[in-house]
């Protein structure tokens, strides 16, 4: 293998040390949620029978009763809900607001299911025969009926169909996926993971997408962090035995800063910067030497406009 002892750069870096085809709109989703609830949806014959609630800020624990901390690593900010009928079919639509279009989609990233049936909506839905989820902006749409009935089906669809082409913001994916590379991708696999990557709380809104490498399976992964501060903290968190006393002398990263990490659990992990990234990979190995190179090679002239 080809390496190299980094402990003099390390100790450096360490010692010295952040509207419906693409873009954003301008941020009106930041208005009242109630603008979007339809009273009526007439091909689904859906109505309205309930008045909207809004909940705000740290109140969302009174309306899901559990879980809203992971909702506000993404920056959630207010969720607006209502009820709606159709015949024997009743329904409840939740919109749920973030900070940001990456803060929404890193919640519903981590909702969806390993083997989703997705819908085209807004950036990407999923259905699942009781409920629809779905992102377009900073807002995450979340349709839930009472059983699985081809009639509820058919309302869920239809009020979905009804909302999406009307809220605001990106249908594009984070533009920190367009980075990642396409080849050997495992499909449903873009997460954004909000805190506590590798088992580090300071380790926040992480771009991970996994990848097979036969017979491997890796995990690529991408945080921003223009200055090396991130990294910075993280390797000094790392202790005396995880750390390999040599990293890879060929591998790309900027100015050779990087470090090849044994985890017990995660297996070995390499990461370093590239062009203002934190970039690594989980599992990795020699035989994906050159796999590895030639992403953080592309990183060099990568840009954060766009995705995939």
């Excluded at 873009?190 to 991970?208: A, E, N, P």
Aim: aromatic share 12%.
């Amino acid at each position: 293998m080809r390496r190299f002892s980094v402990a003099v750069g390390l100790a450096v870096l360490l010692s010295a040390i952040m509207v419906a085809c693409g873009g954003d709109t301008p941020r009106d989703s930041r208005e009242s949620l109630a603008a979007y609830f339809p009273d009526r949806v007439e091909p689904a014959n859906l109505e309205k029978v309930s008045d909207i609630r809004t909940f705000v800020g740290d109140s969302l624990w009174e309306y899901i009763d559990g879980g809203a901390e992971l909702y506000h690593t993404y920056g959630f900010t207010k969720i607006s809900t209502a009820d709606y009928r159709s015949g024997d079919v009743d329904l409840v639509l939740d919109l749920y607001q973030f900070a940001t279009s990456d803060g929404a989609y890193g919640l519903y990233s981590m909702l969806r299911p390993d083997e989703p049936e997705l819908v085209t909506l807004g950036v990407e839905g999923y259905f699942t025969g009781s409920s629809l989820e779905f992102v377009r902006g900073e807002i995450m749409g979340r349709i839930v009926g009472y059983d699985e009935s081809e009639a509820t089906g058919a309302a869920i669809r239809g009020l979905a169909q009804h909302l999406a082409p009307v809220l605001p913001g990106t249908t594009r994916r984070p533009a920190m996926f367009s980075i990642l590379p396409g080849d050997a991708a495992v499909a449903n696999t873009d997460k954004i993971i909000g805190q506590g990557f590798l088992g580090q709380s300071f380790l926040r809104m992480v771009y991970t997408r996994d990848y097979v490498l036969a017979p491997d399976t890796l995990t690529l992964f991408l945080i921003d962090d223009p200055d090396g501060a991130v990294m910075a903290e993280w390797f000094g968190f790392v202790s005396d035995e995880e750390k390999s006393p040599v990293s890879l002398a060929d591998m790309p990263f900027d100015e050779n800063y990087s470090l090849l990490i044994s985890n017990a659990y995660y297996g070995d992990v390499l990461a370093g910067l590239k062009n203002g990234k934190l970039a690594g990979v989980i599992n990795f190995s020699d035989q994906h030497f050159e796999f590895v190179s030639q992403w953080l090679g592309s990183l060099s002239g990568s840009s954060d406009a766009g995705g995939p």
